[in-house]
């Protein structure tokens, strides 16, 4: 019995080593001239920078998921597909390459599913009543007409015009559709900014 003893001691060291040494980065993130600079006081300073803001936006994300589970809005992964490879189309016209555009930012395709998914939620709750009139489109094209792409046709031109217009009307009841979230929902808050 005492032969095993020494040898599982032996084991379980060794375990400890290894884990200490794979899972280094779960407790030290960096080290300074050998001054190590804890997980725990990054996530400290991340949450005094941004964390109220980012906890503001999880918050609103979840409360428009519920809001369209409960009003039965979902988007299709082939919605989202359209809309990347619109989004593709957009960048190759300009030259630029989704994956360096998205390496740039710091994001990952995964991040834009989610906004566009979130956004195409947002469009079908808030848009499926925004209407845009001819005279709005018109309007549009003449005040912008320097920002249009000279390669559209007008009917190209007045669709893109309707889905800005569209866009312009859904981002402007956006703000009080949030509050209107917010103050209708039961949000406890354990941490304090």
Known sequence: VSKKYPVKMILIILAVLALAYFGR??????????????????????????GKGTLDSMITKDLVFQEAQKEKVSVTDAEVNTAVKDLEDNLKKQGQDLNTVLTAQGMTMADVRAQIKLQKIIEKILGKDVVVSQTEV???????????????????AS????????????????????????????INYFLQF
């Open 159 to 186: 669709k893109a015009a309707v889905e800005q217009l569209k866009q312009q009307k859904t981002q402007a009841k956006l703000s009080a559709w949030i509050e209107t979230l917010k103050k209708n929902a039961k």
């Open 138 to 156: 018109q309007t549009y094209l003449e005040q912008n007409s320097s920002l249009m792409p000279t390669n559209l046709s007008s009917e190209e």
């Open 25 to 50: 980065s779960l407790l030290v993130v960096a080290l300074v001239n050998n001054r190590p600079i804890f997980r725990l006081s990054l996530i400290r300073e991340l949450e005094k920078q941004g």
